[in-house]
């Protein structure tokens, strides 16, 4: 249970060192369950830029995640 609190812990730290635009885009589909396609028209950018926004905060999250 501590060490799940911990790690919480830990992936808020990693989730608020991402950039705000990838914080965004992955909080919107990951937490708010929006398609990338939702978002793209929310954020008014593409869906490439979608997917790249996500692709790299995925990136960043599982390198601060790996060094726990």
């Known amino acids: 249970l501590l060490e799940e609190k911990e790690f ?4 808020q730290k990693a ?9 965004t885009a992955f909080s919107m589909n990951r ?3 929006k398609k990338y396609k939702e ?3 929310i954020l008014h ?3 490439k830029a979608v997917e790249k926004r996500i692709h790299n905060a995925l990136l960043s999250l599982r390198k601060e995640i790996e060094n726990i």
């Open 39 to 41: 978002i793209s028209a």
């Open 45 to 47: 950018i593409s869906v």
């Open 15 to 23: 989730l608020s060192n991402l950039s705000e635009a990838q914080r």
């Open 8 to 11: 919480g812990e830990k992936l």
């Open 31 to 33: 937490i708010h369950v």
